[in-house]
């Protein structure tokens, strides 16, 4: 990667390394050449560590929601409270939140009412919402179908794809973004990588949602935001561009979708 080339990471979990770590993750990241990223809520609890973070860090922004794991924990926030743990220049988007239907964490329909909250935040800010989807692809195509058919079409993103084709292809006709991790990497994924050539290029971006799932070479230790950059080589590989312009592409669309973050 040429020097002065910036990568986002669309999705990380920065508040899993511990304070003393942080600095070294961060500088090890934009050493990397990815400038900025995104660290996400999974719980509402969640808030002043996610906002801490975003004021120590002027490359991190955040995330409020709360993930499909933790649906079932304590009182589900409403629409209007998500909204309002939106209210601070650095948190960005919504989020994460879905379904899992893999663990199944939380009762079922006690994620998908989690779910349609979290849409309709999206809604009413119009701040992307960072989707988690787990084998659960019927039942995310017909809510994000149904809700914004309810209350109008919201930006989004399906974050960490690795669904099945026909859910990917129902985001995208409904206006979503398709963010791929460092699954896109392994050595199972020809069919991940098949689709990621089908992407329209002005709807991809690219994540590590470290400390999980880091990309090949690395697979099986701990991931941090610094690999994006060998996910982003993959993809650009898969899409036969260079990672310059790969780069190039992810970081523009970062910002068409993300429109509250400033470059």
Same mark, same amino acid.
């Given at each position: 990667?040429?020097?002065?080339?910036?990568?986002?990471?669309?999705?990380?979990?920065?508040?899993?390394?511990?304070?003393?770590?942080?600095?070294?993750?961060?500088?090890?990241?934009?050493?990397?050449?990815?400038?900025?990223?995104?660290?996400?809520?999974?719980?509402?609890?969640?808030?002043?560590?996610?906002?801490?973070?975003?004021?120590?860090?002027?490359?991190?922004?955040?995330?409020?929601?709360?993930?499909?794991?933790?649906?079932?924990?304590?009182?589900?926030?409403?629409?209007?409270?998500?909204?309002?743990?939106?209210?601070?220049?650095?948190?960005?988007?919504?989020?994460?939140?879905?379904?899992?239907?893999?663990?199944?964490?939380?009762?079922?329909?006690?994620?998908?009412?989690?779910?349609?909250?979290?849409?309709?935040?999206?809604?009413? +800010?119009?701040?992307? %919402?960072?989707?988690?989807?787990?084998? #659960?692809? /019927?039942?995310? @195509?017909? =809510?994000? $179908?149904?809700?914004?058919?309810?209350?109008?079409?919201?930006?989004?993103?399906?974050?960490?794809?690795?669904?099945?084709?026909?859910?990917?292809?129902?985001?995208?006709?409904?206006?979503?973004?398709?963010?791929?991790?460092?699954?896109?990497?392994?050595?199972?994924?020809?069919?991940?990588?098949?689709?990621?050539?089908?992407?329209?290029?002005?709807?991809?971006?690219?994540?590590?949602?470290?400390?999980?799932?880091?990309?090949?070479?690395?697979?099986?230790?701990?991931?941090?935001?610094?690999?994006?950059?060998? +996910?982003?080589?993959? %993809?650009?590989?898969?899409?036969?561009? #260079?990672? /310059?312009?790969? @780069?190039? =592409?992810? $970081?523009?669309?970062?910002?068409?979708?993300?429109?509250?973050?400033?470059?």
């Amino acid at each position: 990667m040429n020097p002065g080339v910036s990568i986002v990471d669309s999705h990380c979990h920065l508040d899993h390394f511990t304070a003393e770590e942080q600095p070294e993750i961060v500088a090890r990241a934009v050493a990397a050449g990815v400038t900025r990223m995104t660290t996400i809520s999974v719980r509402m609890s969640q808030g002043p560590t996610i906002r801490a973070l975003t004021e120590r860090f002027p490359e991190v922004w955040g995330t409020a929601g709360v993930h499909p794991h933790q649906a079932g924990e304590g009182v589900m926030p409403t629409v209007e409270e998500i909204v309002a743990a939106t209210d601070h220049p650095r948190i960005i988007g919504i989020g994460e939140s879905g379904l899992d239907y893999f663990y199944d964490k939380s009762p079922r329909d006690v994620q998908r009412e989690n779910f349609r909250r979290h849409i309709r935040a999206a809604q009413a +800010t119009q701040l992307p %919402l960072c989707i988690h989807a787990r084998d #659960a692809d /019927e039942d995310i @195509a017909a =809510i994000l $179908t149904e809700e914004a058919g309810k209350g109008g079409r919201f930006p989004f993103l399906l974050h960490c794809f690795s669904s099945g084709r026909a859910l990917g292809e129902a985001a995208l006709a409904l206006g979503g973004y398709i963010s791929f991790s460092g699954i896109l990497t392994f050595p199972r994924s020809a069919e991940l990588r098949e689709f990621a050539q089908a992407v329209p290029a002005e709807r991809l971006l690219v994540e590590t949602d470290s400390p999980y799932l880091a990309p090949v070479p690395l697979r099986g230790k701990r991931c941090e935001p610094a690999y994006t950059a060998l +996910t982003l080589k993959v %993809l650009a590989e898969t899409r036969g561009v #260079a990672p /310059e312009e790969m @780069a190039r =592409i992810t $970081t523009d669309n970062f910002y068409r979708l993300f429109t509250k973050a400033a470059r």
